[in-house]
Nanobody, 123 residues
Framework: QVQLVESGGGLVQPGGSLRLSCAAS????????MGWYRQAPGKQRELVAS???????NYKDVVEGRFTISRDNAKDTVYLQMNSLRPEDTAVYYC?????????????????WGQGTQVTVSS
């Protein structure tokens, strides 16, 4: 059974930094795109950044230049380095992966989510 486990959230002052990690585990055949989403109270979940297995990245406009997404394919792990954090970055951050899972003699493609990690930016 595939799982995505996140770590690295917490409370930080404005202008500070945090690094989120998300490790995929289980019977993984291959991983395509990985990404980070966030959801603030009363708002819809939104894409923050994504990265393909080739390393090509994409960012939401308001985080570009402050956040950096990266991945270690050997470890099936994706990271989000967040610098110059602002109060409006406060949200629950979710890891997402588009991957292929081995189930017996079958390869099944699916989308998987982490459990979420709270990021709070406040003085």
């Amino acid at each position: 059974q595939v799982q995505l486990v996140e770590s690295g959230g917490g409370l930080v002052q404005p202008g500070g930094s945090l690094r989120l990690s998300c490790a995929a585990s289980g019977s993984i055949f291959s991983i395509g795109a990985m990404g980070w989403y966030r959801q603030a109270p009363g708002k819809q979940r939104e894409l923050v950044a994504s990265i393909l297995s080739s390393g090509i990245t994409n960012y939401k406009d308001v985080v570009e230049g402050r956040f950096t997404i990266s991945r270690d394919n050997a470890k099936d792990t994706v990271y989000l380095q967040m610098n110059s954090l602002r109060p409006e970055d406060t949200a629950v951050y979710y890891c997402h992966a588009d991957l292929q899972e081995e189930r017996g003699h079958t390869i099944v493609r699916g989308e998987y989510w982490g459990q979420g990690t709270q990021v709070t930016v406040s003085s």
